[in-house]
């Protein structure tokens, strides 16, 4: 582990100074605390957090290692890790890689030493903010200064740019990639799925040519409104089969229909957020990375209504349209990191697919 000192600096010019480890490069993103207190590999390798610094409030990090199972992405794209502490000796016997050697690898560079109990502080109560990860504090001002392009293309760099199968012998699922998690594809293939991955730039046509079951919009990184012209494939889509989105899907399958997202003071960064069923009044504790939220006002307006909402701070979690077999969720039911109390989304996704084709063959018989 290098004894160099590496800097985390804030955009207002605060300084940190820490010892690197990871990459030994200069890294800048917006700056975001993660409550998880395991979870640090999927996390890092969550496309969402593209574009991100990330920060664990659990005061060690890396005490089990990394294995070559709990990837949720091939090429992790966070841009910076921030701990109190890393651990120098990893324990578990599923332990491939130390956490330093995973970030050099990945060309992601890592600080401790930082006091992460006053930083997550801060930001609760100034908001995210956007900040630089350099060995060179002079470095940090121009590197935060071309975030705001760079975040504009955060979901391009995280989708696929070609289209290909996870095969099997269920139902035809497109997955339109804004960034999916790993997870996504193996609460499919539990389920027996035949899953075709298409890139966030895929038109209605190009998603409908498949002759899908249903279709699902993945979870993603950045501003849903960076992502316009996915817009129209969904209005088109949710009209021909059922439609489930995740977090960005959650938001972008809102815009489509009329509402409004918002910039979150802080954002949602863990696994202990307790979500709250409208209809049932069942509470689940779920997964949440965003950073974006739906407006629950401007709801009211279109032919969405609010299905779940997060009980600490009431914000929109799900969506469901009032005419189409078609709803969203903004939390991860495939969790990973997180407990796994909404996976029966996907089950309710299918029968939902599956009452959608009985309902075609009475119409076709009649």
């Keep these: 582990m290098s004894s160099k000192k590496r800097y985390l600096v804030l955009q207002d010019g605060t ?3 820490g010892q690197a480890f990871g990459g030994d490069v200069d ?6 605390f993660n409550t998880g207190m395991t979870g640090y590999q999927e996390s890092i390798t969550d496309q969402s957090y593209n574009g991100e610094i990330l920060m664990f409030t659990y005061p060690l990090i890396g005490n089990y290692g990394i294995n ?11 841009a910076g890790v921030v701990v109190h502490e890393v651990a120098r000796k990893a324990s578990n016997w ?6 330093d050697e995973f970030l050099q ?14 930083l997550t502080k801060r930001i609760r109560h100034q908001g995210a903010v956007r900040a630089a990860l350099v060995d060179n504090v002079a470095d940090a001002t121009e590197l935060i200064n071309g975030l705001t392009e760079k975040l504009k293309q955060v979901v391009t760099e995280s989708s696929t740019n070609n289209a290909f199968p996870n095969p099997a012998t269920g139902d035809r699922i497109v997955l339109v990639d804004f960034g999916l998690k ?3 594809l193996r609460e499919l293939a539990k389920r027996n799925c035949n899953v075709i991955v298409l890139p966030s730039t895929a038109t209605a046509k190009q998603v409908l040519d498949y002759d899908p079951d249903g279709v699902m919009l993945s979870n993603g990184p950045g501003d849903p409104k960076d992502v316009p012209g996915a817009l129209e494939m969904i209005r088109e889509v949710e009209q021909q089969v059922p439609l489930f989105g995740i977090c960005l899907g959650h938001q972008l399958f809102a ?8 910039k979150m003071k802080f954002g949602h960064f863990g696994f ?16 949440q990375n965003h950073g974006y939220a739906v407006d629950a006002d401007s709801v009211e307006q279109t032919d969405l209504f609010v299905t779940h909402t997060e009980i600490n701070d009431k914000t929109v979690e799900g969506l469901r349209h009032k005419n189409y077999p078609a709803f969203s969720v903004q939390f991860h039911p495939d969790a990973a990191p997180g407990p796994h109390d909404a996976s029966h989304l996907f089950d309710d996704f299918l029968e939902i697919i599956a009452s959608n084709q009985r309902q075609r063959e009475l119409e076709n018989n009649a």
């Design 68 to 78: 070559f199972d709990d990837d949720e992405s091939v090429t992790p794209t966070t």
């Design 27 to 32: 890294s800048a993103g917006e700056l975001v």
């Design 94 to 99: 599923r332990n491939r890689l130390s956490l």
């Design 15 to 17: 300084v940190f100074e």
């Design 182 to 184: 790993h997870s996504i």
């Design 272 to 287: 202990n957020h307790p979500v709250e069923e409208i209809a049932t009044k069942r509470i689940d504790f779920t997964s």
């Design 255 to 262: 815009l489509a229909n009329g509402a409004d997202t918002f």
């Design 105 to 118: 690898r990945h060309d992601i560079p890592g600080i401790e030493g930082i006091d992460t109990r006053s």
